[in-house]
């Protein structure tokens, strides 16, 4: 199970329990890996299509049969050595083995012991004994040479099965994905918390500066009332930041399916920002990498399957068929089944049978139905691909945007701060007015806010790259 977290990440990490003092993205990612119930639904589909694929090998499993019978006849002398009312009365076992070869063989070897004691026959003193025993061999000429037909019936059902297995995969891959959207998610909106919380501690301060001010008669009432009125409006804005930042925490309970209940106050998450270029060494993506890519081609491979085991069904039958083996007749059993093993009476045979479909026109039609099926098939896959590829280099391109974005708005943010702090000692030299220090406090507001959303939006880009590079 833990394996499955590289398929996001790109390694395997140990399983740590979900405490107050922190909860990093690798521990998050680990609770859900173990404790989704749609990922558990998943690992449990992909055991069941592995453990399928041997019921596709079964074909060319040995297989055993064995027969019992008895008859107990009474005869009605027409047309028969026995006259009316005679019984016969037979007894009749048998044990047969066979095998059906990758290579479009079949062998059987069958041993049969047959009892018979018919009244009313002078020659026959009592009962008497037929045991027999055959080696067959059956090999097809044509229509399954060198066994195409069943090993592609064995391919396409295996292929058929990977590509379920590959479409749980990726729903796995991106349930991770949207754990991890929801994990940044969180963060952000703590970010965002922060952000309003300090944001409302630097216009407390203003509206405090304010207040004395105004008791000394230095500032109109106006100055006053906007201080309060803009304080007044960031604590509505901490109310909602903070309600969002519930609800995000509530998701992240969710994707562990733990009971919601509050936020640990000192609860501690990996930082939203990031120093390196995440597209620096960004190599082109692996299709082997992307199941749900992987999924198609399976299918794809299942069609070509599909088509050869269909045409070579719909071929002409051909087959040489050959047998070995010694039948004995006699009073004893043991005699008759000594003789029966020492081919004192041996028998053998050699044949060719022939099987020949009449209506060609809806043969080659299925035929070329097939052909088309694999063809279409392969399109898919190959336009899948080129769509994905599209939507890799989209992605790139969005992140290098957003990268480039990140270091402006950085500057900003510091520009703004190095602005506010230089207003605020003007204005408490009274050199500058409550409306142009509340004005610089928002800039820096709003400056620290769109830089948190650029960090968010890189987190979001960088989760959807880690469906086509799981290592980033």
Known sequence: MRLLISLVLGGSFLLLPLHAEGLSLKEFLNQVSESNREIQISMQKIQAYQQKKSRAELVFAPSAEASLDYSDKKETGFLSFQSAGDKSKS??????????????????????????DLQGLSILKGAFWENTLELKIQQDLWKNFGGREKRAEVRQAHFQLDSLVETEKFKIQKKLAEAEDAYWNFVFSRAMTTSVRNSLRRTTAILKWNQKRYRLKLIDQGDLLQSQAKVMEIKQSLETTKTKELAAWRQLQYFISKTFGPIPADLKVDSLSFSFDPVQDLNEWDRTKRHDLQALKDLSKAAKADQIATSSSLDPAVSLVASYGGDSLDS????????????????????????????????????????????????????????????????????????????????????????????????????????????????????????LRKYSRARSLLTQLRLFIPKI
């Open 91 to 116: 007894f009749v076992s048998g044990l047969e083995l066979k095998k059906e070869w990758a290579s479009g063989t079949t062998t059987s070897m069958s041993h049969q012991f047959q009892r018979y």
């Open 332 to 451: 004893s059993f043991s005699t008759a089944e000594r003789q029966s093993f020492d081919h004192s009476f041996r028998k053998y045979a050699i044949g060719l049978n022939l099987s020949l479909p009449l209506d060609f026109g809806k043969v080659n039609n299925v035929k070329a139905s097939k052909e088309k099926e694999a063809e279409a098939k392969e399109m898919e896959y190959q336009q899948a691909a080129y769509q994905l590829n599209r939507e890799f280099l989209d992605l790139k391109d969005q992140l290098k945007e957003v990268y480039r974005n990140i270091q402006t708005a950085k500057l900003l943010q510091k520009t703004e701060k190095k602005k506010l702090n230089h207003e605020e000692k003007r204005f408490r030299q009274g050199r500058s007015t409550s409306f142009q220090i509340l004005t610089f406090e928002e800039d820096l507001a709003r400056a620290e806010i769109d830089l």
